[in-house]
């Protein structure tokens, strides 16, 4: 990548647009959504970094899921949807969904910030990803950023199972393994801690009966028992879960 972006629309950028399905109008648009502010204090003749597109994208993106959750679950109430909404908007997927999209290769970085590993931080790809939405729907209107931000997302029940299990795996985990014919029995075993009391790392092995399914580590127990989960969930045989 080039140490100084021009203004117009180079190839990768092409790509991009090909990935988050909308071509732009205004590529100066998807530009600016993809300029942190680390590049414009480096290039102060820059246009502005996204922040202010980050605050548009971060409303449009939530009536975007308001509103497609409210059609799909008609009989479920605010609590529920809420609910949904808040696993769908969860800062830890929306960077999973900004790499998806490979919006990490296309960032504009100031240089302290790549070298220091800013082109996978949470909060700038996070960012990234809003400030996008925002360009979008500048760009055109609601219902073609609509059309392209449910796109990236793909059928959402599908995309909520997925994130229901990360965010509550030990539930998930159980859950599954319940539906095993015979006498299971889940169970997590602390082995291995490390670190000073205020910075301790447990490492956590989950066990069906003695077979292991996985391990975990965190900065407490609780924590580390859900990694480890989380490290079972898919690697569990399909002939133990029948699915």
């Not at 991009?16 to 300029?35: I, K, N």
């Not at 409303?59 to 509103?67: D, P, R």
């Not at 729907?137 to 392209?148: H, I, N, Q, Y």
Request: charged share 25%; net charge negative.
């Amino acid at each position: 990548m080039p140490a100084h972006l021009p203004e117009t629309s180079p190839p990768f950028l092409d790509h991009l647009q090909e990935r988050l399905g909308h071509p732009f109008r205004d590529p100066a648009l998807l530009v600016c959504a993809l300029t942190h502010l680390s590049y414009v204090q480096d290039y102060p003749g820059a246009r502005p970094g996204n922040q202010r597109l980050e605050f548009l994208g971060d409303s449009v993106l939530q009536f975007i899921l308001t509103e497609a959750l409210f059609q799909l679950y008609p009989d479920e109430r605010e609590g529920p949807l809420s609910k949904r909404r808040s696993i769908l908007a969860q800062g830890r997927f929306l960077t999973s969904l900004a790499r998806e999209l490979a919006l990490d290769t296309a960032l504009r970085l100031g240089q302290s910030e790549e070298q220091t590993g800013g082109r996978q931080r949470a909060s700038i790809l996070e960012d990234a990803l809003e400030a996008v939405v925002g360009a979008i729907f500048l760009d055109s209107d609601f219902a073609t950023v609509r059309r392209a931000v449910l796109g990236w997302y793909g059928p959402l029940p599908d995309r909520l199972a997925v994130l229901l299990a990360e965010d509550n795996p030990k539930g998930r985990l159980q859950e599954l393994l319940q539906a095993v014919p015979g006498d299971h029995a889940v169970r997590y075993e602390t082995v291995h801690t490390a670190g000073a009391p205020h910075e301790r790392e447990y490492e956590v092995n989950v066990y069906l009966n003695d077979t292991l399914l996985g391990t975990g580590r965190g900065n407490s127990k609780k924590l580390a028992e859900e990694a480890a989960a989380r490290a079972a969930l898919p690697a569990l045989p399909a002939d133990l879960v029948g699915h």
